[in-house]
């Protein structure tokens, strides 16, 4: 599903209301069919309010939140700047100047002949860009396997596919939809800083934690603690599912694929960790991050977003890339020393 066309103009907005037990964070609603039907998760838009001249001078990024209906789609925001306290005071029925969707957004990988585990892992307001994954998932991806799979009786949405959230923040109030976000996934884990909600800790910390049983053991990942093999697990698996077929792993029949977006030192962290448990699943998309960059026009043209991406092309082993034209979603492992 690859959407080129990007619109822009002026647009009606539907809500605009702060999020209930959070601080300084708002659901704008805004009308426009286009932006709601074709957005890829992970893609963004362009908003400006339209009573704004020049001061703020250009348009803020949002990550498109969900499609609320056909003609309606939502972004999640948090009052951080001017640009963000102008676009709070906006009301219902006030019109909003909109370009989107931008960018490149999340590539899901299918694999009808496995069992396909879709990890997400958000931290505070990076769980915008998250938050549809699991309804596209499951409307424009598993529905084509449905299909595929029609003749296939022994078929089972539910033990084929499984969406998984880690979710963290320093504090409760910063996990936002907490107590209604649980219907969209098989499985979800809470961590804050300081432990008002969850587990008390770092939510990268908790997702090795609770999956390095079964990486050890089906990624072949390299065992650093000798000492510490007792009580081993395994999650995430369903062992109905995989079959013990002579000469085929378990690791062939898994489709692990891992989506995340927060503040950088959690994506750092979550990068490096893959880094250095050797994860051999560490290839093209086996995690992809949206990257919280400050951008100015949106479309390539200022530079004001580059990040360094490996190339082995050049002496300094790495080329510059826009985040706004190339992203903001990239391939963890194209990231230079990020």
Do not use: W
């Amino acid at each position: 599903m690859e959407i080129k066309k990007i619109i822009s103009g002026n647009f009606e907005v539907t809500v605009n209301i702060k999020v209930k037990d959070t601080d300084n964070t708002y659901l704008l609603r805004i009308k426009n069919a286009f932006i709601s039907q074709n957005f890829i998760p992970g893609q963004f838009v362009m908003i400006k309010p339209d009573f704004c001249c020049s001061d703020p001078l250009s348009a803020r990024p949002f990550s498109v939140f969900r499609k609320f209906n056909e003609n309606e789609f939502e972004v999640l925001y948090r009052v951080c700047g001017k640009g963000t306290e102008l676009l709070s005071n906006v009301k219902k029925g006030d019109y909003v100047s909109v370009t989107g969707p931008s960018g490149n957004g999340f590539k899901i990988l299918n694999n009808k002949k496995s069992q396909n585990i879709y990890i997400l892992i958000a931290g505070g307001i990076g769980i915008a860009p998250l938050f549809s994954l699991p309804d596209f998932i499951k409307n424009h991806i598993i529905k084509n396997s449905i299909k595929e799979n029609e003749e296939n009786e022994n078929y089972d949405l539910e033990e084929n596919n499984k969406i998984i959230l880690y979710y963290g923040s320093k504090t409760e109030n910063e996990l936002y939809f907490r107590h209604s976000i649980h219907s969209s996934y098989d499985e979800v884990y809470f961590a804050t800083d300081d432990g008002s909600f969850g587990y008390k800790g770092n939510i990268v910390d908790l997702l090795f934690y609770n999956m390095k049983d079964y990486c050890l053991k089906n990624f072949e990942l390299e065992n650093k603690d000798k000492n510490n093999e007792k009580d081993k697990k395994n999650v995430f698996v369903n062992k109905e599912v995989i079959k013990s077929e002579e000469n085929v792993s378990i690791k062939e029949q898994l489709n692990i694929q891992f989506y995340s977006c927060g503040p950088k030192p959690m994506l750092s962290n979550l990068i490096n960790k893959f880094r250095d448990y050797s994860l051999d699943t560490f290839k093209k998309n086996s995690l992809q991050v949206s990257l919280e960059e400050h951008f100015a026009c949106g479309i390539g043209v200022c530079l004001g977003c580059v990040i360094k991406i490996n190339s082995y092309n050049n002496s300094d082993n790495f080329i510059f890339k826009r985040v706004c034209k190339d992203g903001p979603v990239f391939e963890a492992s194209e990231l230079y020393n990020y």
